[in-house]
């Protein structure tokens, strides 16, 4: 396959703003690609823009400016009849199970509901088939003692499972998985991973994860974007990112993960100050109120994405001073 046939998701110079007139941008001109299969995780502190460019994405939100692309079709303004079809291929799981859920419904119910939707399963019987299917893909087995509980006859964990239940019943190509483990125990935590993990490996399903957490993106993504105040200010393979972080905000995020090793060295930079509103982001760098490696060109210049080599992007003047090119512009990879 060539990488054209490989993209799934291609999000292009996206601005997504709230409110009238010009309004806040919460994303403020973001580039993102995915491919099939892929983990992306997007990370980045609260009030990043994370869950609007997920919205964005899944054009629950529309863009203001720039594209949004699935599997080759621009997106960017179809109508909502016209993205139905669409919305069966991606599809999304949030935070906080015990919300998502409807509480009056049977968990069957609830895995049911979407193949109604979208007229799926010629009857009853292939629909709880499928449901059954769904149930046990994610762990919950024996289906049917699973697919006759209420939600709140479930843990978070089991409930948070049965929202993956009812998105898989669909096969999507794309999930979209905004803070997913945040809400549960940590007791929980690693078996729901693990189960987005290993779907996306068995059924060449991507997935966009949102997290806070930095140790999770190591551990699970292919490939990693950081986000600050609306902008993506890194991007590339994981193991890039984690292991030679280009970008001072990354850097400083990847400082406070503690190691493995509890003798090995530990250097926590916190970050002074708080994220500029969005109501008032600075001229030239938005970082650059709280960078630590911050010079007098970071108060005039404000730096665009560029590729640093090996499909790894940084958006900071001093780091990418050499040998870059502007990220996003059909570079040969
Ligand atoms: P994250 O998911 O990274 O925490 P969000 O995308 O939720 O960030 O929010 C980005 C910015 O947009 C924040 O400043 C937030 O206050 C603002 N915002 C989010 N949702 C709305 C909304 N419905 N109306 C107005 N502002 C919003
Ligand atoms: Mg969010």
Redesign the pocket.
């Known amino acids: 396959m060539t990488d054209d046939q490989r993209e799934l998701l291609r999000i292009e110079n996206v601005v997504t703003a709230?409110?009238r007139g010009a309004g806040?941008r919460?994303v403020d001109d973001v580039s993102l690609t995915l491919r099939k299969g892929e983990l992306l995780a997007v990370i980045?502190?609260?009030?990043?823009?994370?869950?609007?460019?997920a919205l964005t994405a899944l054009r629950l939100l529309e863009p203001r400016s720039g594209r949004v692309f699935f599997g080759g079709e621009d997106i960017t303004h179809a109508t909502q009849r016209a993205l139905k079809p669409t919305r069966r291929r991606m599809q999304v799981v949030f935070q906080d199970p015990y919300e998502s859920l409807d509480r009056r419904f049977r968990v069957r119910q609830i895995i049911e509901e979407p193949l109604l939707v979208h007229g799926l399963g010629a009857n009853r019987a292939e629909r709880l088939e499928r449901v059954h299917a769904a149930l046990e893909r994610t762990g919950l087995s024996p289906a049917p003692l699973f697919a006759n509980r209420f939600p709140h006859q479930l843990s978070g964990g089991q409930r948070q499972r049965v929202a993956i239940a009812a998105s898989l019943v669909l096969e999507p190509e794309l999930l979209i998985a905004d803070e997913p483990v945040s809400m549960l125990d940590v007791s929980a935590r690693a078996g729901v991973l693990s189960l987005l993990d290993g779907l996306r490996r068995d059924g060449d399903m991507a997935v966009l994860m949102?997290t806070h957490d930095l140790a999770v993106a190591a551990h699970y993504a292919d490939r990693i974007a950081v986000?600050y105040l609306?902008r993506v200010v890194e991007e590339g393979p994981a193991h890039k990112v984690v292991r030679s972080p280009v970008h001072p905000y990354t850097r400083a995020l990847l400082s406070v993960v503690p190691p493995k090793d509890p003798l090995a060295p530990f250097h926590p930079q916190l970050l002074e100050g708080e994220i500029p509103p969005?109501t008032a982001v600075p001229a030239g760098c938005r970082f650059a109120s709280r960078c630590p490696d911050v010079a007098p060109v970071c108060a005039t210049v404000d730096p665009p994405l560029m590729d640093i080599g090996g499909r790894h992007s940084v958006a900071c003047t001093r780091a990418t001073r050499q040998a870059a090119t502007p990220a996003h512009q059909g570079a040969a990879e």
Not at 44 to 53: A, F, I, P, Q, V
């Open positions: 709230y409110g806040v919460a980045g502190e609260s009030g990043s823009g994370k869950s609007t460019l949102i986000m609306g969005l």
